[in-house]
């Protein structure tokens, strides 16, 4: 049996997300403003470079699986962390050769994010692997509400130190803190990893590998589980609603309301402060009461996707009703659903990456991963494609986007229709062997 962790060892795999939501933040936010604003380059070109990092992250399955085969998972975190770093050297340096190079640049660029996306894939599924299988249950809502506020907090730091160490920009200036933000979060990585499954050449606590088998024979077994599907489905559902808003809530408040650009601005953090709300009661709640009702983590995910169905379906009044509308407040209220759905989703991964075959906890973690990468790289493609068609079918600003609203609304509700056939903890449902059957992935 596994020894569990405790607070000192959630914190210390805090750091490595943090790490990494350090790099990932540099590539899909700074890197973006420069290839668009400084060089001038059409904002496509990141959008689409983006995009690449998200599809590559289908390979997560795959990922997972090889951290199966072995009997410890520090390694592909740090393999992960460590392609990722170079990874974004070379997205960094394809943008410094663009204006000279284009054909070259964009050719490196390409490379860097697969890399990013590679990086990501491997590092964040063993990641969540290794805390799904060594956090107390009691303590999961807790532990994944720690592990992702250290990764916005990576976020928030890395943008306001390397936004203040670019100014004013320079391409040499770029390379050096893209370098230094490397260096940085793979040194953090490395330190805060050591010894945590254990000392040097020896496997993990109770940690044996997984039985050889072919990745697709491993991938058959896990989709023959009822609960896997379940819970892959529920996931691209609620994350593809989660991220449908992201481009439309701005531009929303803008042409419906008259916010300013800084207003409008302002209105994201209201909803990140919700989300931090979200995410806090759910911890709290879930950790003092986690063996009674208020700690299930399947009543807060269905609860969470039907609150958030409600906070969009008021947005979707909102655009009839316009400036009487406390927009503000609904937006604060939406935040904090999605914050509370999200973190009990977590926890529910973490609980069902462990249940079911032995030694495939990689696999499940790995498809779950791949389902919410893909829900929120065409999520924001999806809801400003039904932005458009919505505008040009309807002549009101805000009944066209009030029907977008309503449709993500509907999206949740078919997500608390799922959470609902998540299974509980020790169900049979959740141990019920796989049937034998062919592998039926290609």
Known sequence: MDKTFGWLQVVRLGLVQASLGAIVVLMTSTLNRIMVVELALPAMLPGALVALHYLVQMSRPRMGHGSDQGTRRTPWII????????????????????????????????????????????????????????????RRAAAATVVWLMMIVGFAVTAGVAGKLLDPYSP?????????????ALTITVLALFRVEGGAGEPAAGRRPARAVAFRTALAEVWQEAAARQFTVFIF???????????????????????????STSLSGVQHGGVLAGM???????????????????????????ASAAALAGLALA??????????????LMGAANGAFSIAAIGQMMRLATEGRASREGV??????????????????????????AHWLIASNGAAYGSVFAAEALLFVASAALALRIPLAGSQWS????????????
């Open 79 to 138: 393999g992960g962390m460590t392609v990722l770093a170079a990874g974004a050297l070379s997205a960094t340096l394809a943008t410094v050769w663009m204006p000279g190079s284009p054909v070259l640049g964009l050719l490196l660029a390409l490379a860097g994010f697969v890399m990013i996306g590679l990086g990501v894939g491997a590092a964040g599924t063993s990641l969540l692997v290794l805390l799904a299988m060594r956090v107390a249950s009691e």
């Open 172 to 184: 040499m200036r770029l390379l050096a803190v893209t370098g230094v933000v490397c260096l940085v």
């Open 237 to 263: 559902i609620s994350m593809l609603a989660y991220s449908a808003q992201d481009l439309i809530l701005e531009p929303f408040a803008g042409s419906v309301f008259g916010f300013t650009p800084g207003e």
């Open 280 to 306: 806090l009661l759910v911890a709290a709640v879930g950790s003092k009461f986690a063996r009674g009702r208020a700690g299930s983590l399947r009543l807060w995910c269905v609860g969470g996707c039907i």
């Open 319 to 332: 655009g009839h009703v316009g400036a009487p509308w406390p927009l503000k407040a609904n937006v604060f």
């Open 364 to 389: 499940r973690m790995g498809l779950w991963g791949a389902a919410q990468a893909i829900a929120f790289g065409f999520g924001g493609l999806a809801g400003t494609a039904a932005s458009d068609l």
């Open 431 to 442: 141990k019920q062997p796989p049937r034998t059957a062919r592998p039926s992935f290609s």
